[in-house]
């Protein structure tokens, strides 16, 4: 097996233009780079890369998920559809977790048809009040992230840099991501 460190010399730290489309649906478009992050419970981040913003989230899934175990124990790798693929699904089951993806329907009727009656499943769990599967409650938790990212940008600085180079905008995030760990961390005991 590759080490972490062999892995990310395959992902770009360059400058790129980045393109998502957000929840409604709208794209948005950034020139600069990104941070992959993995957060545990109490939405404490655990591990943080920083690469282009044209590398793909998925190309970043196995060096990440390696680092966090080894850094920690944990049972769940919980990720959204843009890291559904069979590699990454087998690579966490080889660190002997369970990989809960959502599905990418790659422009596949019969994929499409599947998740619109899971999607039915949770209304109909919601509405009848009955226990959710644990899978569907697992999978409910990768907000973490998101509110992780939340707090970088909006709490911590992180939202704009106006450093140039890559090694000084991966030290102020990392800093950020420091910031978060000791203010989730002090949440939790106080």
């Known amino acids: 097996m590759q080490t972490v460190e062999e892995m990310l010399t395959l992902v770009s730290t360059n400058c790129g233009v980045g393109v998502k489309q957000n ?3 709208n794209r948005e478009v950034w020139i600069g780079g990104k941070l992959h992050i993995s957060a ?16 793909h989230d998925s190309s970043v899934a196995l060096p990440l998920m390696l680092e ?7 049972l769940f790798d919980l990720q959204d559809a843009g890291y559904d693929a069979d590699i990454i699904r087998e690579f966490s089951i080889k660190l ?3 990989p809960i993806i959502d ?3 790659k ?5 499409k048809e599947k998740i619109l009656l899971i999607k039915e499943e949770k209304i109909k769990f919601k509405w009848l009040n009955l226990e959710q599967s644990s899978d569907i409650h697992h999978y409910n938790q990768r907000s973490m992230v998101e509110r992780v990212n939340k707090y970088l940008k909006d709490d911590f600085g992180c939202n704009t840099i106006y450093y140039q180079g890559a090694d000084k905008v991966a030290s102020v995030l990392a800093f950020g991501v420091l910031s978060v760990c000791i203010h989730q961390s002090l949440k939790l005991v106080t």
């Open 23 to 25: 929840s409604k649906g």
């Open 40 to 55: 545990v419970d109490g939405d404490i981040p655990i591990t943080a890369f920083y690469s282009g913003a044209n590398v």
């Open 68 to 74: 966090t175990s080894n850094r920690i124990n944990y």
């Open 96 to 98: 002997k977790h369970r």
């Open 103 to 105: 599905i990418n329907p």
């Open 107 to 111: 422009n596949s009727k019969a994929l």
